[in-house]
Nanobody, 121 residues
Framework: VQLQASGGGLVQAGGSLTLSCVAS???????????MGWLRQAPGKQREFVGS????????TYADSVEGRFAVSRDKFKNTVHLQMNNLQPEDTALYYC????????????WGQGTQVTVSS
């Protein structure tokens, strides 16, 4: 699985931004057994989970810090997962990564390059 993220940028506090991640899979394979996730890492901090979606069923999970503000969705036809971020705050500033793991695995197996999100106060 190869992942390509995009959509980062600079936004004022209270603003919105949408990140996208296109997943490429080998011929004959699907993402049906995968969980697609978004994680982020702020300067000087450990990488943390943001949200995820179970590809087959569309079930989503979120970190408490973003619950109600962020939404993860997937487009099964375009093999794309989105992270809609609303009411962004300066503490959301980080390098955001999309990642994929086989359902049941603890750790994410595949990572895209990070995309920077900067929220100004």
């Amino acid at each position: 699985v190869q992942l390509q993220a995009s959509g980062g940028g600079l936004v004022q506090a209270g603003g919105s931004l949408t990140l996208s991640c296109v997943a490429s899979v080998s011929s004959g394979r699907t993402l049906s057994r995968y969980v697609m996730g978004w994680l982020r890492q702020a300067p000087g901090k450990q990488r943390e989970f943001v949200g995820s979606v179970l590809w087959s069923a569309g079930k989503t999970t979120y970190a408490d810090s973003v619950e109600g503000r962020f939404a993860v969705s997937r487009d099964k036809f375009k093999n794309t997962v989105h992270l809609q971020m609303n009411n962004l705050q300066p503490e959301d500033t980080a390098l955001y990564y999309c990642a994929a793991k086989v359902l049941g695995n603890s750790n994410y197996d595949y990572w895209g390059q990070g995309t920077q999100v900067t929220v100004s106060s």
